[in-house]
């Protein structure tokens, strides 16, 4: 009942007024500039911010080739959803083959070289202490034997790094996830200078946006979103995702991850938040904006974005008095909430404002006034 007290006042008062102030078009100063106007609204609003951002995979994973050769296959289809251990590309094998057949050839021949040793060793050992042989055959036996244990040790490294390259060959998915467009064809010559870009898969099942927030931004996230304990504003899913059509994405997303410090070249921070994606609406690499409630602003006084003069960084609004007349009054605007600004100070509850033809007047200029129509003053966001 106040508030529609306070309502009905304030257009008894805006009436009064515009009466007042030029009504009476045949009695109104000649000069007089027309003009539209409405009491300011005032009212409790979620003060509401938001910051360009871009969605990625929940993890994206780069698929490169490790060793060199010809893609002699593409076993996935791009854009397709892919399994851990699915094969996606296959190198030629050939050459990897046929290091590993001359590597397993020489761990055998190292093997053979070590019986060898062994058994000289195990043969002078009792010879020497009959006193049959010399000590210094022994000890080159001994040595002899410990060579053909390095040189096996050596051969079944190098056994273990062709079959290593061997099964680079085949080229496997390291996730679950979403398979890109393939970055080379059939036939092309990869891992050549280095690791080639095969594709990417990326786990869209949950999806990472990441947004960059500016300092005083960060601390009234912290105490809106955070708790007292944290440094960091995570806890539940309150962020909303705006996508770019303007529709709101139907799940709340949270904050995971704060960057350690600011940007001193940017004074910005990066965040990064998860969005659930059960029907895999989002994609990585999609544009949006992030929004977050960081406070309700009680009593607020708003007025029509268009009522607002800015310039060089001022603003400033027009004030209908009750002689007629307008001031041009500086105010400071705050947030934004729908198409209405909140004004953290220069107006009061009772102002009436111009929100039509605020460039045509001055403060001082005479005025022929007009109410404003219900469905031009603010509107809730």
């Known amino acids: 009942m106040a508030a529609m007290d306070r309502a009905l006042a ?13 009504g009476d078009g045949a009695k109104a100063t000649p000069n007089a500039v027309d003009v539209t106007v409405a009491p300011v609204q005032v009212r409790d609003v979620p003060i509401v911010v938001e910051w360009a951002a871009q ?42 083959q046929s290091a590993m057949a001359q590597a397993r050839a020489t761990v055998n ?11 000289d060793v195990a043969r002078l050992r009792p010879l020497v202490e009959r006193n049959a042989v010399s000590r210094q055959d022994l000890d080159h036996a001994v040595a002899a034997q410990q060579g053909a244990e390095g040189q096996v040790a050596a051969a079944r490294a190098a056994m273990n790094t062709a079959q290593l390259n061997l099964g680079y060959t085949k080229i496997t998915s390291p996730i679950n996830g979403l398979a890109g467009v393939a970055q080379a064809d059939v036939g092309s010559l990869v891992g050549s200078p280095g ?21 005083r931004e960060y601390l009234l996230l912290v105490r809106a979103l955070g708790d007292s304990g944290r440094a960091t504003p995570r806890g539940e899913a309150r962020l909303e995702l705006v996508l770019s059509d ?20 940017t004074g910005t921070l990066g965040i990064e938040a998860l969005f659930p994606n059960p029907s895999s609406l989002l994609r990585p690499g999609q544009f949006g904006r992030v929004r977050a409630p960081v406070t309700t602003r009680t009593n607020a006084i708003l ?21 007629s007349t307008v001031e041009v009054r500086p105010v400071k605007a705050g947030a934004r909430v729908g198409s209405d600004w909140v004004v953290d100070s220069g107006l009061v509850a009772s102002d009436v404002i111009v929100v039509e033809g605020m460039q045509k007047v001055r403060t001082g200029v005479k005025v022929r006034a007009a109410p404003a129509a219900a469905d031009t003053t603010s509107k809730r966001p």
């Open 10 to 22: 304030v257009g008894c008062a805006v009436t009064l007024v515009v009466a007042a102030c030029g």
């Open 109 to 119: 021949e190292a093997q053979a070289g070590l019986s060898k040793a062994n058994a």
């Open 303 to 323: 007025v029509p974005q268009r009522a607002v003069r800015e310039m060089q960084g001022t603003f400033s609004v027009g004030v209908l008095k009750p002689d």
């Open 246 to 265: 303007g529709s709101v994405y139907d799940h709340k997303g949270r904050v995971v991850t704060v960057d350690r410090n600011i940007d001193p070249a």
């Open 55 to 96: 969605t990625f995979g929940g993890n994206d994973v780069e698929i490169r080739a490790r060793v060199k050769g010809f893609l002699t296959q593409k076993a996935y289809r791009e854009g397709s959803q892919v399994k851990r251990g699915d094969l996606l590309f296959q190198i030629d094998p050939q050459e990897y």
């Open 195 to 215: 690791p080639t870009l095969l594709t990417v898969v990326s786990q869209v099942d949950t999806v990472k946006v990441k947004f960059r927030i500016s300092e």
